[in-house]
């Protein structure tokens, strides 16, 4: 391997720790309020969710050792957010779209993706998330013009410092005290791995907050 590639192994390893701590941790509360009747629905569905998120985080780091992208399938991106807004409930409020077309990937790192973004607007005291989308056409021949969909989730939260923004998705950078920057990178790169990208989002100057977009291939 290429020192380059240990340096990435080395970085994914951390940032599925990372993640897989968040995920085991949701699991076992989940677990736990499961055994009360009233809430048992609710909490294995969430046991369900987050499982399938840590076992596309583990393939997805295993497939980087195979030198192999994740097996991407159509699905629908709002069933995504749904479910990482699910971890926020009561802590976060939600404009969403009805509907949002179908598009290529892998629908638990798309969720994983999400609940970064989420856990970091909330973490910097923001209480109210907006999402849209905006998606092209689909055109005779998607290899020249591959039809995709970009989503846009805005908090009304500080925004993000100035000083952050050339750097925000770099693995050591945090703009929250005692964060490990991970989050960002990670989601960034998993998204990567489906064949999209994630970015800050454009910015209003008469709106505060922090503003991101995330673009994904949509199904033909």
């Known amino acids: 391997m290429t020192e380059a590639g240990r340096l990435l192994a080395g970085t994914l390893t951390a940032s599925l720790a990372h993640d897989l701590r968040n995920v085991l941790a949701v699991i076992r509360t989940a677990a736990f309020l499961a055994t009360q009747p009233e809430r048992t629905p609710r909490e294995l569905e969430k046991i369900t969710r987050n499982a399938d998120r840590g076992l596309a985080l583990i393939e997805l ?50 969720t994983s993706a999400f609940v970064v973004l989420l ?13 849209h989308y905006a998606a092209t056409d689909t055109f005779s021949d998607p290899a020249e013009t591959p039809p995709s969909l970009t989503l846009f989730l805005a908090d009304d939260g500080p925004g993000i410092p100035p000083e952050m923004t050339e750097c925000i998705f770099d693995a050591d950078a945090s703009a929250r005290a005692g964060g490990t920057g991970l989050g960002l990178w990670f ?9 999209g990208a994630l970015a800050l989002g454009p910015t209003s100057e008469n709106r505060a907050g922090a503003s991101f977009q995330i673009t994904l291939p949509r199904t033909i």
């Open 119 to 131: 856990d970091n607007a909330h973490g910097a005291g923001a209480r109210r998330i907006r999402v």
């Open 187 to 195: 989601a960034r790169y998993a998204l990567e791995q489906m064949g």
């Open 61 to 110: 780091v295993l497939g980087m050792v195979r030198g192999e992208r994740p097996e991407r399938a159509p699905f629908e991106p709002l069933r995504a957010l749904r479910d990482a807004a699910e971890e926020y409930r009561g802590m976060l409020e939600f404009e969403l779209p009805a509907m949002i077309p179908e598009v290529l990937g892998v629908a638990p790192l798309l």
